[in-house]
């Protein structure tokens, strides 16, 4: 790096020095010469049915912890490659390549599956000869439950293979019309969805009016695939005996029934407060001329107009420093800087890992030709290390998205020492540290700055806070309706439409006007994937566990930093009850998820306040 304030591109000498090194192609021999051997041990379990199981168990379970470092540091290091250099022909063919050696992995993974659950009566035995891998305990039990939820190989076999003509086909019709819609400028339908965040409210009304009419124009077609798409899902739940649809979501999430209903309660019961905070938005968009709507923030209709949800807020006639945190330019070293002080403020232990992923090299943020957009966190079994894409413009934001990333890999590196299998969470916990790291930064932002400054930054806070809480409840009640219907009719557009109405006023009730958007089954991806049913409450569970453990810190202090990096370090083998139970808290009443919520319910009180406190010195009032 050249100029310290230049964003960086990262190193990746120490994982691989580049596609046709040495080392790269060992690793390759490596995880073949592994596949092999854990093929061969199958065969001879298969010819020898008299074998002794816990000492084959043990044999097997290191060949396959191999088989895991290699491939997941294998995979991994062929996206990022590819990530930041998209139309490389080499690094296309590599992941390509890869994909193959997945594939080797998924047949030993099958068949490792049925001896695991027609041997599960003997597991007792080899915990008690082979007592070093009694933390495998709850893994092994795990896959011998998602085992039982199997039809026949021969049935397993047929359903993925119509899935690409089924489920996936209809998902693909989705993303193919989704993709190409344009307005009659030729604007793409993403960018209409991306005029959301414009501050201009013209736009906004505009781009929100022509979204809906392209989605109504395709609504038979979103209609047959989510129809279609859900019907598969119900067919398929029922002959691998699933009594319901969320049966399967939870238990790919680690999660009991309990803890849901204890999270969707409080989540429900936070509505009201949440109401406030887009009813108090509306009010601040109408006093400075900053929306399109007729009625939003009136006595009438006090809510928000749908479009105005993620509207930035403006304020004519106040001053905008230079120095201001929110609206300078930052440089990438004061960014660096600025998280690493976030970082020291939790532990020194949080710094040291952050500075280390700074000074080595793990981040790659310079904005070029050719690279993914976004932000990304990838983790390496090999060396136990991580690398964080992103995309560094300057902008506070961006400070937020590298705490956020770093945060992943802070996570990842609680789990050096542990074997391979060990290092892959559910999503309810994959953004636990990613979203506290976010909070430090956050929080410390909204203590540090006042008046409408303090408002902006509250309202870009409780913006994203609830999507996750009230958006994500919204989808939840959606997709279970869906679910409760589809099991005894066919759905058409007008009942997708009516069932998305319904779930809107649910949970924004008033807290919109009557400009709304009933198309929304036919945006969200995730609806049309057969693999992500309830795609949706992860993000609540994560966003308020998170938001549960900083009020935990806020309350410990500094000795709390060694229960949270205890708690990281055991994501990946156990449930999410026996987790929170290890760090002294329930997580199946409603208790845990208020702590989270009290939170934002102080900024939504803070947020009105200082509003109010505006409005009244503007003459709004």
Not at 299 to 311: C, N, V
Request: charged share 25%; net charge negative.
């Amino acid at each position: 790096m050249s100029n310290k304030n230049t964003p960086p591109r990262w190193n990746l000498d120490a994982i691989y020095p580049g596609l046709e090194s040495r080392e790269y192609a060992d690793d390759i021999e490596k995880y073949t010469t592994a596949v092999n051997k854990a093929g061969r041990l199958l065969d001879a379990f298969s010819k020898s049915p008299d074998i002794d199981f816990p000492a084959w168990l043990s044999n097997f379970i290191e060949t396959r912890e191999e088989i895991i470092y290699l491939l997941r540091t294998l995979n991994a290091y062929s996206y990022i490659i590819y990530s930041t250099d998209t139309t490389n022909t080499a690094y296309l063919n590599n992941i390509a390549r890869v994909k193959k050696l997945i594939q080797s992995y998924d047949r030993i993974e099958l068949k490792f599956s049925a001896v695991l659950h027609d041997n599960s009566f003997k597991l007792e035995d080899f915990y008690r000869r082979f007592p070093s891998y009694a933390g495998y305990r709850y893994l092994l039990q795990e896959k011998i439950e998602e085992t039982s939820h199997q039809m026949s190989a021969q049935e397993e076999n047929l359903a993925s293979d119509m899935s690409r003509t089924g489920g996936e086909a209809w998902g693909m019709l989705h993303e193919q019309i989704i993709s190409n819609l344009r307005d009659e400028k030729g604007t793409t339908f993403n960018s209409l969805r991306n005029d959301a965040y414009s501050a201009d409210p013209a736009l906004r009304k505009s781009s929100w009016k022509k979204e809906i009419e392209l989605l109504s124009q395709n609504r038979i077609a979103f209609a047959a695939a989510l129809n279609n798409l859900k019907g598969e899902t119900v067919t398929l739940n029922s002959r691998r005996n699933y009594n319901a649809a969320i049966d399967r979501a939870l238990a790919s999430n680690r999660l009991s029934a309990k803890t849901l209903d204890a999270l969707i309660s409080a989540l429900n019961d936070a509505l009201p407060m949440w109401r406030t905070y887009f009813q108090t938005k509306a009010s601040l968009l109408r006093a400075t001329n900053s929306t399109q709507s007729t009625d939003a923030g009136t006595s009438s209709q006090p809510g928000l107009a749908f479009y105005d949800l993620f509207a930035p807020l403006s304020f004519p006639g106040a001053e905008n420093t230079p120095d201001s945190p929110l609206t300078k330019e930052w440089s990438f070293s004061e960014a660096r800087d600025h998280v690493l002080k976030e970082y020291r403020s939790f532990s020194e232990d949080m710094y040291a890992f952050a500075k280390n992923a700074f000074d080595n090299n793990w981040i790659d943020a310079e904005v070029r030709q050719g690279k993914v957009g976004g932000a990304y966190d990838e983790d390496f079994p090999k060396g136990h290390q991580s690398r964080i894409l992103s995309n560094f413009t300057g902008a506070f934001s961006d400070i937020i998205t590298l705490a956020h990333e770093l945060g992943h890999a802070y996570h990842f590196s609680c789990m050096k020492g542990k074997p391979a299998s060990f290092c892959d969470y559910p999503m309810t916990l994959a953004e636990t540290a990613s979203t506290f790291a976010e909070t430090l930064v956050k929080q410390d932002m909204i203590s540090r700055v006042a008046g409408t400054e303090r408002l902006r930054i509250i309202d870009l806070d409780l913006q994203d806070a609830s999507q996750v809480l009230v958006d994500i409840l919204c989808r939840y009640y959606f997709e279970q309706a869906v679910f409760e219907r589809r099991e005894k009719v066919e759905l058409n557009a007008d009942d997708f439409c009516s069932l998305m109405k319904d779930a809107q006023e649910k949970t924004y009730g008033s807290g919109l006007n009557g400009e709304r958007h009933e198309y929304m089954w036919a945006v969200k991806s995730h609806y049309y994937s057969t693999g992500l049913d309830f795609y949706n409450f992860p993000y609540a569970f994560g966003q308020l566990f998170a938001a549960g453990l900083f009020a935990r810190f806020k309350k410990e202090g500094p000795e709390f930093a060694e229960t949270y990096k205890e708690l990281l370090s055991r994501t990946g083998n156990t449930s999410c009850e026996e987790l929170c139970k290890g760090a002294g808290f329930d997580i199946t009443t409603k208790d845990f998820w208020n702590s989270g919520i009290a939170m934002y319910a102080a900024e939504v009180d803070l947020f009105k306040s200082e509003a109010e406190q505006f409005l009244k010195n503007s003459g709004g009032f």
